[in-house]
């Protein structure tokens, strides 16, 4: 269950990130589905780790809105 398009990812993460990083969480989901492909939670795995690569670059604001982190590229 990879996600080959940005339109495939769940509502929750299209809902709420900017454009690029629906792209980092789309590319970190399905590297982590391959690696963790013998997993009994692959699926909840696959979630925490593109919400993690998410994290790196972005934070939410004060309007909770999600926001490129400062400083970064």
Known sequence: MTYDS????????????????????????NSAWEQYDDAD????R???????AVKEEYEKNEEGEWVKKEGGD
């Open 46 to 52: 696959a979630h925490q780790v593109a919400w993690s």
């Open 41 to 44: 939670d692959r699926e909840k």
């Open 6 to 29: 940005k339109s495939e990812l769940p509502e929750s993460v299209r809902g709420t990130l900017p454009e690029d990083a629906q792209k980092i969480y789309r590319e970190a989901f």
